[in-house]
């Protein structure tokens, strides 16, 4: 039996439904997973699947850290996320670095809860990422442009 | 750039081979080979891992009672893993 994943050829959501599949049979993220993962005492099924896991969320990863996300037509749920606020937010995040929820709530001259949650959920699909400087949380993105191609 | 993973099972006489293997623009980068025999439990296999820049390594876990091997006997387990290795290693680098 022999099993080709194509990876270059793979849209970023047919990854994401590749990395969903085995949470839902884990129930828990990768990160989550390796915290309590020993190579040494794994059975075989967590050994292969571990290995498929790690190089997937390595696209990934590798995809939304690139400046130019390229998107396909079956990324159409991940488009639908990008509401005219997200993407405002987006775009004020590739010219200002480290921002604030209340830095870019003064920027855009919106109330600030509905940038916290918008924050939260482009930092869940993971294109943006945030850290903790004295207690503040600073928002980030590697993005630079969106690409969404039609064929 | 081409990028794919490749996952392989092959039905042997005693066991069951897992390949999993990494290919970038037609080069295998990164592999694991595991073999867990029909009789074994899962979590009892023989693993051959490689990652870039790092040495191939194999592995067994197999449960056992308290070892008490002679010397003879580990002598040639040792040998017989010193040619098996270097036969596993070199089929990979020529793959």
Redesign the interface.
């Known amino acids: 039996?022999?099993?080709?994943?194509?990876?270059?050829s793979m849209s970023i959501s047919e990854i994401l439904q590749k990395i969903k599949m085995f949470e839902r049979k884990y129930g828990k993220t990768l990160s989550e997973f390796l915290k309590d993962f020993d190579?040494?005492?794994?059975?075989?099924?967590e050994?292969?699947d571990v290995?498929?896991w790690e190089?997937?969320e390595k696209?990934l990863k590798r995809r939304l850290l690139s400046p130019k996300l390229i998107l396909s037509p079956k990324d159409a749920e991940l488009i639908r996320l990008l509401s005219p606020l997200r993407l405002e937010i987006l775009s004020i995040l590739t010219k200002h670095k480290n921002l604030t929820p209340s830095d870019i709530a003064k920027k855009l001259n919106r109330p600030l809860g509905s940038i916290v949650s918008a924050l939260s959920l482009l930092e869940k699909i993971g294109l943006i990422k945030s850290r903790n400087i004295d207690g503040r949380k600073y928002y980030y993105t590697h993005l630079e442009e969106i690409v969404i191609k039609l064929k | 750039?081409?990028?794919?993973?490749?996952?392989?099972?092959h039905k042997l006489p005693r066991g069951q081979l897992?390949i999993?293997y990494?290919e970038k623009n037609g080069k295998i980068i990164?592999y694991?080979y595991?073999y867990?025999g029909y009789n074994w439990?899962?979590?009892e296999?023989i693993?051959l891992d490689h990652k870039p820049e790092e040495p191939s390594h194999l592995?067994i876990?197999r449960r056992t009672q308290i070892i008490q091997y002679e010397l003879e006997t580990l002598s040639k387990i040792f040998n017989e893993l010193h040619k098996i290795s270097d036969q596993a290693v070199m089929v990979i680098k020529h793959a």
Do not use: C
Not at chain 2, 1 to 9: D, G, V
């Open positions: 039996m022999r099993e080709v994943l194509n990876l270059s190579e040494n005492e794994a059975n075989v099924e050994l292969v290995f498929i190089e997937l696209e | 750039m081409s990028l794919r993973i490749i996952k392989e099972i897992y999993i990494v990164k694991r595991v867990n439990n899962k979590d296999w693993r592995h876990r």
